[in-house]
């Protein structure tokens, strides 16, 4: 069996001492021959500090073989191994911490500076990529880089650009991304393209489903949109978005009260305008329609399920009776009525003050009631020992830490058409908002707490 190479220990001598020599041809036999003794001292035949032969003695003879300008038999292997052409392209690259010959040829052939900038090159698969980018390139799926040339340079470019990856690169460059930042942005936002992003920015879409949902739904912009989620959200089985519209009037209306149909059609009609486009004086493409006459809105008005959570139509008295403010759904703000203040840092929040609200709200009539909270409010309470007799009365009903409270309850009454019983104006909704800012009032519902009584404004 040949014994495996073990590690050699050099003893150096001038060539002119064993001038008498056997020599073989190549290191590689020379080196198994070693092995096979077991010789492990090896002498190294010097001329002018050049290694000239390596040698053992054997059998009183020096048996040697030309070092080819290696230091050492391992290196000599290891040159052999990693398909260095000659020594002294492998002492350079060794120089230069290269173990591989096709590292560094390619690291030389692109002039990379240094192994550390290499190892990231090949690391990040600019490397094995780089023939997928010049076809990607090539077929026109890529803008033009300028320099871009090599992997070496396109490592450059790319990580110029925040990059951290060819992958990376590449799918950013496929979706129209030139850098890293950009391509993050639109990600955080849910965009997938940079033209879906750039079209959805000029519109005003902040997250890329807005965007889908504007397309699919033929929307132009976001203030579109929005108009669009307000009757979108009224009635998803069918109504023709006028219908809709009516619906929404409806919601508005005083209650207890007879609505004349002369007075009821003018108010419908400016109720329509609100979803016209300024600029062009029409009425957007997704604005379906079914009332074609007067006859198709009263009839509408005294038959369609709907309509009925917010009164009847009287065809004798040709007039829309509104339900009582009763009838309606209700949601409380608990932080705003807990409070009790309009600045909530010169008051405590009270669960007493929640507990006369609900029942105040239910001696009124109010059947259908909802309580909602932000996931703070119950830590702040200077009475917490009071929630069990709340939760007795009516569920206590939290949103999720992650969840914006003032952006929630504004979005609950517009979705729902429900009152609100708060005395906050909810100011930054209403800027960012048109529904909010122009409906919000006909829905809230102030209030103030003295005392034992429980004032709400509900005329």
Known sequence: MEKQPGTYHYIDHRVEDYPLRIEVKEVKPFAKFADFYGYKDIYRLKADERVVYFGVVHEGFMTAVEA???MTIEDYRSGIQHHFPDSTTYYKAKSGGYTQFEDYKIAADFEVPDIATYIKVKEQGYISGFEE??????????PAIAGADNPYLLYKCAAANGFTSFRHFMDASLHGFADAKAEQLAAAKGYKTKSDYDSGMAAQFNKGVDLEKAREKKLRDSDDLLRYLVLGALDPTGLAMDQRAMLCLLSKLPASKKIPFSKLEPLFQKEKEYYRYEDTGEMPPWFTTAFTDRSSMTHFLANAKQV??????????DCFVTNALTDRKVLVDAASVAFNA???????PKVEHLIRMVKELKACGFKDIRLLADANLKNRFVDADLLPELKTLIVYEELLPTMNFELMLPAIVKTNHCLLVSNFSFPNVRLTDPFIEQNLDYYRIPFKIEKDKVMLAME
């Not at 600045?343 to 405590?348: E, F, G, I, L, V």
Request: zero cysteines.
């Open 68 to 70: 080819s300008g290696f």
């Open 342 to 348: 309009i600045d909530y840092n010169k008051a405590a």
């Open 308 to 317: 009925g959570y917010y009164g009847h139509f009287d065809s004798d008295a």
């Open 133 to 142: 980018f010049i076809q990607s390139r090539n077929d026109s799926a890529l």
